[in-house]
């Protein structure tokens, strides 16, 4: 087992400018885009010294158990000092930062845009009840109820399309749930504003979380990032849970086909940081042998 603890003593009081966490936000028009993907980005500072952003986030603690995190991981709390605890193998492919500068900027930013998110009485927000399953849904903003969720929930956009769910009144919990993103759709264009915890079991989840309470995961996966304890206390828990996170909230990158900003995926490409997902796969290797070491040489098929 290994427990990352703070020494860490002073909290940073001031809070990152709103421009440091991009995030879906309530339109108008319930079928409109919703605004960019939500991106945590980190203001220098904290573990690894880098300027990146953060995958997951949680008041207090952040449990990770077998599964793996592909991203950085922070805790905002110093007195108590936080803790991030990987058991049974869990690996984490980013900077973990228990309650340093970083990790509380962008925690504090997380707290302004999930207030500034928070349901109003003149948001025009369709209320969709039920389990979801079946469900296809283009670009937008909606209201969810707070039944479990189980089947298959299809969104169905353009690459530059975004999703806002809103759960205004309890939990956000899944079993055997799936979110299926088609006609180019991104999960990181998808984000999940939740009024409590989120609870998803043996599920395919698809999208960031902002949630007020804790998050917890059990098996599946889960492409997005996660932001827990908006109401002061929240915690987050994955237990063999294999979880990626959005560009900007990763530390090394990823080679789902999703996440791929960071790679040039041409022939003869150097050391990315990430794994640009066999995109000229002739050689045996996914990230192109040949070449010279940090010239793109030829990007597409020859």
Not at 19 to 25: I, T
Request: net charge neutral; aromatic share 4%.
């Amino acid at each position: 087992m290994r427990t990352h603890r703070n020494t860490h003593s002073t909290r940073l009081l001031s809070i990152v400018p709103l421009a440091a966490l991009l995030v879906a936000a309530c339109t108008p028009d319930a079928n409109a885009p919703s605004g960019p993907a939500l991106l945590a980005h980190r203001q220098g500072g904290g573990a690894g010294g880098a300027s990146s952003g953060f995958s997951v986030l949680a008041n207090a603690a952040v449990t990770c158990t077998g599964g793996s995190i592909i991203g950085d991981v922070g805790t905002f709390q110093t007195a108590p000092p936080g803790a991030i605890t990987l058991t049974e193998g869990c690996v984490v492919q980013g900077a973990m930062d228990v309650g340093g500068p970083g990790a509380v900027a962008a925690y504090n930013a997380f707290l302004s845009q999930y207030a500034s998110l928070a349901p109003q009485s003149t948001d025009v927000c369709p209320l969709i009840s039920g389990t979801l399953a079946g469900q296809t849904l283009p670009p937008g903003t909606y209201c969810l109820s707070a039944e479990a969720k189980t089947g298959t929930l299809t969104l169905s956009g353009p690459a530059n399309g975004t999703w806002l769910f809103k759960v205004p009144a309890g939990a956000l919990t899944g079993t055997n749930f799936s979110v299926v993103l088609a006609g180019g759709a991104r999960a990181c264009n998808v984000t999940w504003w939740v009024d409590a915890a989120t609870t998803m079991t043996t599920s395919a989840f698809q999208g960031n979380i902002l949630a007020g309470a804790a998050i917890t995961m059990t098996g599946g996966t889960f492409n997005g990032n996660a932001f827990a304890g908006a109401d002061g206390v929240g915690d987050v828990t994955f237990t063999g849970t294999a979880v990626a996170g959005c560009p900007g909230g990763n530390g090394n990158g990823n080679g789902n086909g999703q996440n791929k900003d960071k790679c040039n995926q041409g022939v003869g490409n150097g050391p990315e940081g990430c794994d640009p997902g066999n995109s000229n796969n002739r050689h045996g290797s996914n990230d192109e042998n040949g070449g010279t070491p940090g010239n793109p040489g030829r990007k597409s098929n020859h």
